[in-house]
């Protein structure tokens, strides 16, 4: 696992400083706006739209560090086993 520290910081600061600033927004908002906006993200119109597309840009970002994990790297990897199969099957 070859995680780089430079992209470490990068998903920190593409993730971290936006988590903190809505953090910061939140914790400003009196009582009353809090339960508001937290019976808002509990909807389930709020986790269908926003969330499943936050959740699926992160998956994205964080599988980005694990190429070994990828699918594609298995698709790959499975396709070249079969490519050396076949040409040692013709030759």
Known sequence: ????????????????????????????????????????????????????VVLGLLLVNVGGYYPNCSYIYRYNRISNRRDRLCRSAVV
């Open 1 to 52: 696992m070859n995680i780089s520290i430079v992209s470490l910081i990068g998903f920190l600061l593409i993730w971290g400083i936006p988590s903190i600033l809505v953090l910061r927004e939140i914790l400003k908002m009196s009582n009353d706006e809090q339960q508001a906006l937290l019976t808002e993200i509990k909807s389930a119109q709020f986790i269908f739209t926003i969330g499943f």
